[in-house]
């Protein structure tokens, strides 16, 4: 079984910053992508940024430059560094990775989400 807990959501005023956090557990032999999506209140859900193994990133063009992804591989965490928060940055933001276990292929598993409100 695999298990990904996220971290870091709240309340922030636009213009201020948040990191989000997302780890996994379990029986994982390896780990390739990580990413980040969000989904707003009757809103499809949508990239935001992805990380391979490697460290090569893919930023949504809504939020380049101003967000940032991470990952520790010793951690099997991925992070994402936002700055200059907008009100339209508002929603859930789930993490996923594509981790191979003992049991077949590469799978994607996805967090619990966490909100993320912009507001002053």
């Known amino acids: 079984q695999v298990q990904l807990v996220e971290s870091g959501g709240g309340l922030v005023q636009p213009g201020g910053s948040l990191r989000l956090s997302c780890a996994a557990s379990?029986?994982?032999?390896?780990?390739?992508?990580m990413g980040w999506y969000r989904q707003a209140p009757g809103k499809q859900r949508d990239l935001v940024a992805r990380i391979t193994r490697g460290g090569s990133t893919n930023y949504a063009n809504s939020v380049n430059d101003r967000f940032t992804i991470s990952r520790d591989n010793a951690k099997n965490t991925v992070y994402l560094q936002m700055n200059g928060l907008k009100p339209e940055d508002t929603a859930v933001y789930y993490c996923y990775q594509s981790i191979l276990t003992g049991g077949g292929p590469f799978r994607d598993y996805w967090g619990q989400g966490t909100q993320v409100t912009v507001s002053s």
């Open positions: 379990g029986s994982i032999l390896h780990i390739s992508d």
